[in-house]
C-alpha cells in the first residue's frame, strides 16, 4: 500500500527546500517504510541544492535520519516493524568489501548513495511521487529522510534499543562517525602505537571535525591541535578538551604546530575543510611517518597540494576516508556507549528545528552558532 506524506522537495538547481506532499511507493523486498522521528542537517544536503554533488531533480535530501519502522519489505532481515533505527549511508550487503565489514568501501557506494540506485530490478523507479504525479528522487544515502516518512535501504537501517533518543543520535550516521572513524578506524591512533610522538591535528571544526576530537580526547592523545577559523568554535573546542587551538588565519600556523611538537611535526591529522590550502598546511605541519587522513572534499577537480616527491622523502602516508570506514551496526552502538559514557557529546554541538524552521538551521550552521542543526518531523 502507498503511503502520503510530505518531504522537504529541492524542486530545481539552487531552488529552496520546501516542504510538499508526495505519496511513497511500497517498500521493494530489500526496503524499509519509516516514520521519520528527526534527521542532523549536514554540508553534503546542501550539497545537492547547490550543484557540488550532481543529481537529478526534483530531489529529497536527508541523509542523518532516525525513526520507527512500519512496514518491512519481504527479504529484509536487519529490522521488523515496530523496531527504532538510525539510518547511516547505504551498501550492497554482499561484495567483498561489505562481507569484510568495510561497507564505506563498497562497490555501488557511488550508485547506491549518490545515484539513487533503489533495486537493479527497478531500473530509475522512484521511491516518491508529487501530487501532479511526477517522479521525485528518493533514496539519497538510502535513505531520503528529510521527510515525515521515508521508504529505505534495509541497509541504511542500524537497529537500536526502545527509549533511544532517537533525536540527539539522529546524526551519529554520517558526518560524525566520520570523523570519529577517521581517528579510530582510519589513522588508528594510539598513545601506545606513538608514544613518542602522539599528536594529532584537526583542520575545520564542523560535526567531522569536533567528532574527531571527541576521539582523540577520548583516546587520551598527547598533544591535540585544532584549527579554525571561528573564535567560538575553537573556544567550544578547548571546552572539549583540546590542547591547543590555532587561528587558521594565522601565517605562521605550521610553524607553530612544530613548535607545539618539538619541532617534529604531527603524527596524525584529520582533514575536515575540503579547502585545498587547509589541506596544504596540514600536509607541510605533519611529522615524517606522519599520516593525514582527508573526510573533506572540494568536489571533483583540484589535485592534492603537494608533490609525490615530498611524500616519498618524508615517508607520509596520504589517506581518503568516506564515512570513517565504520560498519554502521557496529560503529553506531560503540557511538552511543561513547556517549552515554560522556565521551562524545553530540548533545552539546547540536540543537533541534521542527522542519517549520529549516532555513533557520540552515542559516544556524553555515554562520556557526550550530555544529549540528537537528531538523524535528
Ligand atoms: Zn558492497
Ligand atoms: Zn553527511
Not at 502520503?4 to 538547481?13: D, P, Q, Y
Not at 528518493?138 to 534499543?161: D, I
Amino acid at each position: 500500500m502507498s503511503t502520503t506524506t510530505e518531504a522537504l522537495v529541492l524542486s530545481s538547481l539552487n531552488a529552496p527546500f520546501l516542504l510538499q506532499p508526495l505519496t511513497l511507493s511500497p517498500p521493494l523486498p530489500h526496503e524499509v517504510l519509516l516514520r521519520i522521528t528527526a534527521c542532523g542537517l549536514c554540508h553534503t544536503d546542501l550539497s545537492l541544492q547547490s550543484g557540488v554533488f550532481p543529481t537529478d531533480f526534483p530531489s529529497i535530501a536527508g541523509h542523518e535520519g532516525s525513526g520507527v519502522v512500519l512496514q518491512v519489505g519481504s527479504a529484509v532481515q536487519r529490522v521488523k516493524e515496530g523496531d527504532h533505527v538510525l539510518l547511516s549511508f547505504a551498501s550492497c550487503l554482499s561484495c567483498e568489501y561489505c562481507k569484510d565489514d568495510h561497507p564505506a568501501g563498497c562497490t555501488t557506494f557511488v550508485e547506491r548513495n549518490f545515484g539513487r540506485e533503489r533495486h537493479p530490478s527497478v531500473g530509475s523507479l522512484g521511491t516518491a511521487t508529487a501530487a501532479d504525479g511526477s517522479e521525485v528522487k528518493g533514496t539519497f544515502f538510502g535513505q531520503s529522510s528529510f521527510a515525515r516518512h521515508a521508504v529505505v535501504q534495509e541497509s541504511s537501517c542500524v537497529k537500536v534499543p526502545e527509549g533511544t533518543d532517537l533525536v540527539t543520535l539522529a546524526p551519529l550516521g554520517c558526518g560524525l562517525q566520520t570523523g570519529s572513524g577517521a581517528v579510530l578506524n582510519t589513522l588508528r591512533c594510539s598513545p601506545t602505537v606513538s608514544p613518542k610522538n602522539n599528536s594529532i591535528l584537526i583542520t575545520g571544526l564542523g560535526a567531522v571535525g569536533m567528532a574527531a576530537l571527541f576521539a582523540a580526547v577520548y583516546l587520551k592523545l598527547g598533544t591535540i591541535i585544532v584549527v579554525d577559523v571561528l573564535p567560538s568554535k575553537l573556544a567550544m573546542a578547548k571546552g572539549f578538551g583540546a590542547h591547543h587551538v590555532l587561528d587558521g588565519k594565522d601565517p605562521e600556523v605550521v610553524k607553530k604546530i612544530k613548535e607545539l611538537t618539538g619541532g617534529l611535526g604531527v603524527k596524525w591529522a584529520v582533514e575536515a575543510t575540503g579547502n585545498t590550502k587547509v589541506l596544504e598546511m596540514g600536509f607541510k605541519a605533519l611529522s615524517n611517518f606522519g599520516h593525514l587522513a582527508t573526510c573533506g572534499t572540494p568536489g571533483p577537480g583540484p589535485l592534492p597540494p603537494y608533490q609525490i616527491h615530498d611524500f616519498v622523502n618524508e615517508s607520509k602516508t596520504f589517506s581518503g576516508v568516506a564515512e570513517g570506514d565504520s560498519n554502521p551496526p557496529e560503529f553506531i552502538p560503540f557511538l552511543m556507549k561513547l556517549y552515554e559514557e560522556g565521551h562524545f557529546p553530540v548533545d552539546k554541538i547540536s540543537k533541534t528545528f521542527p522542519v517549520e524552521q529549516f532555513d533557520d538551521a540552515v542559516a544556524a550552521m553555515k554562520s556557526g552558532d550550530v555544529i549540528k542543526p537537528i531538523i524535528l518531523f
